[in-house]
């Protein structure tokens, strides 16, 4: 394994953490080398304002927003942002899930 991934790993790892010290998500995956947060519905405003202006995040880039509709679950629809921070070069997936 070469430095630089070495070091995006250690970085990833810690920003995860550091995340979790503070803004309201209930579950965190990693898939395909794609961070995913996955927050509740009366609590997406308040992450996605955290992840947009904490000096620490600076996610000021939402690149797209989906919506899926999976018939057979009770919590049917989820909608998707996927936002990009350009100072940290780091994109994340926040899922939130309604009924």
């Not at 629809?77 to 100072?87: D, K, N, P, Q």
Request: hydrophobic residues 50%.
């Amino acid at each position: 394994m070469n430095l630089k991934k070495v070091i995006q790993q250690k970085f990833s790892i810690k920003f995860i953490t550091y995340l979790l010290n503070f803004i309201p998500i209930k579950n965190i995956n990693i898939h395909k080398k794609a961070l995913i947060l996955v927050s509740s519905s009366n609590k997406i405003e308040h992450l996605l304002t955290i992840l947009k202006k904490h000096i620490n995040c600076q996610f000021h880039l939402l690149s797209a927003i989906s919506g899926i509709d999976y018939l057979q679950r009770v919590q049917r629809f989820v909608i998707v942002y996927e936002i990009l921070s350009l100072t940290f070069n780091i994109r994340v997936r926040v899922k939130v899930f309604f009924k």
